[in-house]
């Protein structure tokens, strides 16, 4: 549920383009860009100083009146969105994008910029108050308003709920953001619940621990808890599936390789995960054996036997990747995982950086083809002459003057979109590798609950049912179509 805020500039034009373009808000300007104008700062001010004091006749800076209003420069809207929408940053630039043109048109000058450095994600978007045919935008409660229901249409089509069904009347930011803030205890509550349980014996030593902390624990039907300074409680079912009073507990014996034993004496008993893996492998093979387990083959050709099942299959394949990466224990394997993951934020950096430089060359491209295509017309509306003035700008700013030039712009997009597909196929093949790992750890928690083979035959059966269920009444309808077919014609 996106909240749409705006903000007028008079002064400081330039510090807010640079404010909203941080690199350390949008990830290296990764989530940056723009319309009419270039998504740098310097050149944004330029392309829309030169718009503004084309229009209006008057100075970009001028200082602000002594008496009276000053006039706006530029509009700066911010739309946020609740941490209860799940939206990702992919998601909510996109959502920007599609909303500063459905709410401004084509001819808006504007900057998006979505910045991922606080707990919610939000979009800022700078507007100049002249579009580059000269169409003023205004800033009042109509248009607002209008805004608003641009945005919410727009989330509304990518999937996400608006606020109050569409009527943001009523409630004020300061309102809404309290409502974000809710979120938030639930993520301080989940943080302490996380911390405690890798030091904590039971789940009594858990809550004695959130106590002291300040923590209230209100227990009954539904056990809920409350932050310091939270004004109402929160139950803990709220929070999220491994967050109930059963699932702490199991978190809590189960958080060390072998139930309650510390991570020292895990390490010490040697190949843990090999010796857990290989005896549920051994037996599920004596169940198939002994015609004990449901078949469920990969291999509809072949017989039933322990090598044409999928389950001994899919634990074989993670024995094998246990055992050729020589990890022991479910330590070595947080370990592993940890390290996978620094690895993955590292190259998703590279990735950003170079598909940033990637985004502006190719921008850049695209301005020499404008350019091309309006400096060879012989008549040009005044929307196209301001158009054309700005590229000529930004192409001279980023010393772009001849075909040479261009040819070495696009022989380095070339050369980038090589390292692009480098750098996606290795980030592929690691958070695939992360996957197994997490599959693995999942099965073995499953294992570590005790009577791991009976809750897969059983998961095994209701499967088979609902698919058997299914080809009955894919079957029904079939036969239905078919009667109805041969029905005569009246």
């Not at 909510?92 to 994600?121: E, P, Y």
């Not at 005044?382 to 040479?404: A, V, Y």
């Amino acid at each position: 549920m996106p909240y749409v805020k705006c903000k007028v500039i008079h002064t400081g034009m330039k510090q807010r383009l640079e404010y909203i373009l941080n690199p350390e808000k949008t990830e290296g300007m990764f989530f940056c860009d723009s319309h009419n104008c270039f998504p740098d700062a310097e050149d944004a001010y330029l392309n829309m100083k030169y718009i503004y004091e084309n229009y209006t006749h008057h100075k970009f800076e001028e200082p602000m009146p002594k008496q009276g209003k000053a006039r706006v420069k530029l509009l700066h809207y911010v739309q946020s969105f609740s941490p209860n929408d799940d939206v990702t940053p992919e998601l909510a630039h996109r959502m920007g994008k599609a909303w500063i043109r459905k709410a401004f048109g084509d001819n808006v000058q504007a900057v998006i910029a979505t910045h991922t450095d606080k707990a919610h994600i939000h979009n800022h978007v700078i507007i100049n108050t002249y579009g580059v045919d000269g169409h003023k935008y205004n800033d009042n409660k109509k248009t607002l308003s209008e805004i608003r229901e641009h945005s919410d249409r727009v989330c509304l089509a990518f999937g996400i709920q608006p606020i109050m069904n569409n009527k943001h009347l009523g409630m004020s930011y300061k309102e809404w953001d309290a409502r974000r803030n809710g979120a938030s205890w639930k993520e301080q509550i989940r943080r302490e619940i996380d911390t405690l349980v890798l030091s904590s014996k039971n789940f009594d030593e858990l809550a004695a621990e959130l106590e002291a902390k300040g923590y209230e624990i209100k227990y009954g039907a539904h056990t809920a808890v409350r932050a310091p300074g939270q004004k109402r409680f929160t139950r803990l079912r709220t929070i999220g599936d491994d967050y109930t009073i059963e699932n702490i507990k199991s978190r809590i014996l189960w958080k060390d390789d072998l139930g309650n034993a510390s991570r020292e004496d895990a390490y010490n008993k040697g190949q843990v995960l090999t010796i857990c893996f290989a005896g549920i492998i051994t037996q599920l093979a004596k169940r198939i054996i002994e015609k004990k387990k449901e078949e469920n083959k990969r291999d509809e050709s072949l017989p039933f036997l322990p090598n044409n099942d999928r389950d001994v299959f899919a634990l074989g394949a993670q024995l094998a990747l246990i055992n050729r990466l020589k990890i022991h224990s479910i330590g070595e394997l947080d370990m592993r995982s940890e390290e996978l993951s620094e690895k993955i934020t590292k190259l998703t950096g590279e990735f950003n950086a170079i598909n940033v430089r990637h985004s502006e060359l190719d921008k850049l491209l695209q301005q020499t083809d404008v350019y091309d295509d309006l400096s060879g017309r012989d008549k040009l509306s005044l929307s196209e002459k301001m158009r054309l003035q700005i590229i000529k700008q930004t192409l001279s700013r980023h010393g772009i003057s001849d075909k040479s030039d261009i040819d070495r712009l696009t022989a380095e997009k070339r050369e980038l979109n090589e390292k692009i597909t480098a750098l996606k196929t290795e980030i592929e093949d690691c958070h695939t590798l992360q996957k197994a790992f997490q599959e693995i750890k999942d099965t073995y928690n499953d294992i570590s609950k005790g009577d791991y083979i009976s809750k897969l035959i059983e998961r095994n059966r209701q499967k088979a049912e609902e698919t058997s269920q299914k080809m009955g009444t894919d079957k029904q309808n079939s036969e239905t179509l078919s009667h109805d077919k041969r029905k005569p014609k009246l």
